[in-house]
Protein backbone atom coordinates (compact mmCIF):
# COMPACT_ATOMS: atom_id res chain seq x y z
CA UNK A 1 0.00 0.00 0.00
CA UNK A 2 1.29 3.67 -0.89
CA UNK A 3 1.28 6.57 1.63
CA UNK A 4 0.11 8.76 -0.97
CA UNK A 5 -3.30 6.73 -1.33
CA UNK A 6 -4.07 6.93 2.37
CA UNK A 7 -3.00 11.20 2.58
CA UNK A 8 -5.58 11.13 -0.57
CA UNK A 9 -8.19 9.13 0.54
CA UNK A 10 -8.02 11.04 3.95
CA UNK A 11 -8.04 14.16 2.98
CA UNK A 12 -10.96 13.43 0.01
CA UNK A 13 -12.73 11.83 3.43
CA UNK A 14 -12.26 15.27 5.08
CA UNK A 15 -13.61 17.35 2.63
CA UNK A 16 -16.53 15.48 1.91
CA UNK A 17 -17.05 15.73 5.76
CA UNK A 18 -16.61 19.78 5.49
CA UNK A 19 -18.69 19.52 3.07
CA UNK A 20 -21.73 18.16 4.37
CA UNK A 21 -21.34 20.22 7.66
CA UNK A 22 -21.51 23.05 5.49
CA UNK A 23 -24.76 21.96 4.10
CA UNK A 24 -26.38 20.82 7.58
CA UNK A 25 -25.48 24.71 8.88
CA UNK A 26 -26.87 26.32 5.59
CA UNK A 27 -30.00 24.23 5.47
CA UNK A 28 -30.68 25.47 9.26
CA UNK A 29 -29.72 29.10 8.79
CA UNK A 30 -32.19 28.85 5.59
CA UNK A 31 -30.13 30.01 3.24
CA UNK A 32 -27.78 28.38 0.02
CA UNK A 33 -24.94 27.16 -0.12
CA UNK A 34 -22.85 26.59 -3.11
CA UNK A 35 -19.42 25.75 -1.97
CA UNK A 36 -20.67 22.66 -0.09
CA UNK A 37 -22.20 21.28 -2.63
CA UNK A 38 -18.68 21.72 -4.81
CA UNK A 39 -16.78 20.20 -1.64
CA UNK A 40 -18.92 16.85 -1.29
CA UNK A 41 -18.63 16.98 -4.99
CA UNK A 42 -14.89 17.10 -4.91
CA UNK A 43 -14.84 14.77 -2.10
CA UNK A 44 -17.01 12.34 -3.81
CA UNK A 45 -14.79 12.55 -7.23
CA UNK A 46 -11.74 12.12 -5.44
CA UNK A 47 -12.68 9.04 -3.68
CA UNK A 48 -13.74 7.68 -6.68
CA UNK A 49 -10.61 8.57 -8.25
CA UNK A 50 -8.70 6.76 -5.14
CA UNK A 51 -10.55 3.58 -5.90
CA UNK A 52 -9.94 3.57 -9.47
CA UNK A 53 -6.08 4.03 -9.12
CA UNK A 54 -5.82 1.49 -6.30
CA UNK A 55 -7.55 -1.10 -8.25
CA UNK A 56 -4.98 -0.24 -10.67
CA UNK A 57 -2.08 -0.95 -9.07
Known amino acids: ME ?3 IVGTSLAV ?3 IA ?3 GLLV ?3 NGRKNKWAWWFILFGCCA ?3 A ?3 LGGM
Do not use: E, H, T
Open 3 to 5: VGW
Open 14 to 16: LIL
Open 19 to 21: GVI
Open 26 to 28: SRQ
Open 47 to 49: IIS
Open 51 to 53: LIN
